[in-house]
């Protein structure tokens, strides 16, 4: 063991940058290139990752404190001695990716011109870095730039940084949007000059002593530009506006779909931290605040897609996308049972905190029952499918586990005593779920054939109201089409559903050796209010047993 200092790599060309986050404590257990804290200045943040792995076991920063090159920020035991020469000899090396974030500002500075043609602005040197996402443009069509205005962020991994704009002018056409990965030399904008500053010819045209600046004008590279001649650094209000966060609190916000210009920041200077991103994620979903999205679009909620107030949840508004920007485009009304059905199972997939079971089922014998019992009866015309058999099964498995038979009402559970089984049926018009009632009284033929006139009444369209209600329980069968486990929605007031997916052969071990056997895949979903995962797990246990040696109905 060892004690390591690791220390600030290079950060280019700023003196000293604020620490504005320690994302590490004493006593933790860090990786090489972990992230240990975020650093801050005003045109970047970025994130310091460690040179080593090891314990650390003491942080000689504080949040608020200034830190340079060569800093020490923390002390960390590593094993083994090679360690302690290798920090000593290259820190640099081993931390250099977010140098070159701070290096773009004062790179860019000394490449500011003003031309009176149009001028390219390009991305400057912004080192190691490659394919970084832009994920704010901070200027339009038609905006007055000054040399070193902030164009747009860029971010990767570990740092985010703004793209200054190397010259001043009017800005004529941006050639990047939001999404895209630019690197080093991308052409991003171009401007028209206005002359708005008077840099020297001379300096503009100098090209050999900046062999760093790639954010120049067509056809001159300034170099050295006096300083005189360069604006001061003149923020916008666009950039006094950007909302301070570090690259790993952006992505966090991004993947929450949380508008970052509307987080209050509890940090230093106002920086939003990952606690803020939370709170303000909270408030939204208790309807304490609104985003100013959804107060410009505060209507209430229309169609199974509208946001809205929905059981005391306010959601963003659904996202208005002009598509016809992108390509031609054919609208349809969402057919009647499309609407209905999308509704019930938004309330279900919202209200009911779903959990699903997977299991498999040996159906290798049963499936060969069946298709010897429809060899044998193919002249009387009956036909069965393995979803009978599964009927019959559940009917089983409800008896043995009264629970999945219940419905919540209140603060009471009511237990059925009878078995209706629903089963969903896709038709041409969207999703159906006819009951068929007793099954628990019914043989497999007339499972099977009231099956089938329910599925043809649900194609044709002429299910009845009464068709559709009083089921305990549903099933929902993708076994003739296709896929492995998925996740079904509840149909409330009932407490369960199970999935079935396609049945395949596969090699199970039987104790000595591996045989082929059909495995049918049953995914049972149900609602945790009222059953536990235990009882969950033993409902579908029971079931594959059943299924798999289906004598054990009898018992
Ligand atoms: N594994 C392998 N094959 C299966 C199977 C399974 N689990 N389940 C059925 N099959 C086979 C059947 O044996 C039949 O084969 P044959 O052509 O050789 O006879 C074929 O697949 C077609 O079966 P089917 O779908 O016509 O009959 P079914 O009794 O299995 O299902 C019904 C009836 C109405 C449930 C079904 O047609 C249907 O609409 N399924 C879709 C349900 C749905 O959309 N669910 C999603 C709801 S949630 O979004």
Excluded at 128 to 154: A, C, H, P, W, Y
Aim: aromatic residues 4%; neutral net charge; contains cysteine.
């Amino acid at each position: 063991m060892a004690l390591v200092d690791i220390k600030v790599p290079d950060i280019g060309d700023f003196a000293e940058v604020a620490v504005i986050e320690l994302m590490v404590k004493v006593g933790d257990s860090i990786k090489v290139d972990q992230s240990i804290l975020t650093v801050e200045s005003d045109k970047a943040s970025m994130e310091i990752p460690s040179s080593h792995a090891g314990v650390v076991k003491e942080i000689k920063v504080a949040v608020g404190g200034k830190v340079k090159e060569g800093s020490i920020v923390l002390s960390l035991e590593v094993a083994g001695d090679a360690a302690v020469s290798a920090t000593a000899s290259a820190p640099a090396a081993a931390v250099a990716a977010p140098a070159p974030a701070v290096q773009a500002a004062p790179a860019a500075a000394a490449t500011a011109v003003v031309a009176s043609g149009p001028v390219e602005v390009k991305i400057p040197d912004i080192g190691d870095f490659k394919d970084v996402s832009v994920i704010e443009i901070l200027v339009k069509v038609g905006d007055n730039i000054k040399v070193e205005q902030s164009l747009m962020t860029v971010e990767s991994d570990k740092a985010a940084m703004e793209i200054p704009s190397s010259a001043a002018g009017v800005l004529k056409e941006l050639k990047v949007k939001l999404g895209d990965k630019v690197n080093i030399g991308d052409l991003i904008a171009i401007l028209e000059g206005v002359g708005v500053a008077t840099t020297p010819a001379a300096s503009v045209a100098a090209p050999a002593a900046a062999p760093q600046a790639v954010a120049a004008p067509v056809g001159a590279v300034a170099s050295a530009a006096p300083a005189a001649a360069v604006p001061a650094h003149a923020p916008t209000s666009n950039t006094l506006n950007m909302p301070h966060a570090s690259p790993s609190v952006r992505k966090f916000a991004r993947e929450l779909g949380v508008p970052l210009a509307e987080v209050k920041g509890s940090g230093q200077k106002g920086r939003i931290t990952e606690q803020d991103i939370q709170q303000f994620t909270k408030s939204v979903m208790s309807g304490a605040i609104q985003t100013i999205a959804a107060q410009a679009t505060n209507t209430p909620a229309k169609g199974v897609n509208a946001g809205g107030d929905l059981g005391g949840m306010t959601l963003l508004p659904w996202p208005k996308v002009d598509f016809t920007k992108f390509g031609p485009v054919e609208r349809k009304d969402l057919s009647r049972i499309k609407k209905i059905s999308g509704a019930n199972l938004h309330r279900n997939w919202v209200m009911i905190p779903h959990v699903t079971n997977h299991d498999n089922a040996d159906i290798t014998e049963l499936e060969a029952f069946r298709v010897q019992m429809n060899k044998e009866n193919e002249k009387a015309g009956i036909k069965t499918t393995m979803l009978a058999f599964v009927i019959k099964a559940v009917v089983s498995a409800l008896k043995k586990f009264p629970d999945f038979n219940a419905s919540l009402d209140g603060d009471q559970l009511v237990y059925k005593q009878y078995y209706n089984i629903g089963f969903a049926a896709d038709t041409p018009n969207g999703l159906v779920v006819p009951v068929l009632k007793d099954a628990d009284k019914k043989g497999i033929f007339q499972i099977s054939a009231e099956m089938g006139e329910l599925s043809k009444k649900a194609r044709d369209g002429k299910l009845g109201g009464g068709d559709m209600q009083g089921g305990c329980i549903s099933i929902s069968s993708l076994g003739g089409i296709g896929g492995r486990y998925f996740h079904p929605i509840i149909n409330a007031p009932e407490v369960a559903i199970l999935g079935l997916s396609k049945s395949v052969m596969e090699p199970v071990w039987n104790g000595s050796e591996f045989k082929p056997r059909l495995m049918l895949p049953l995914s049972l979903s149900y609602d945790h209010r009222v059953i536990d995962g235990a009882a969950a797990a033993r409902f579908n246990a029971y079931l594959g047993q059943v299924l798999s040696d289906y004598r054990r109905i009898l018992l």
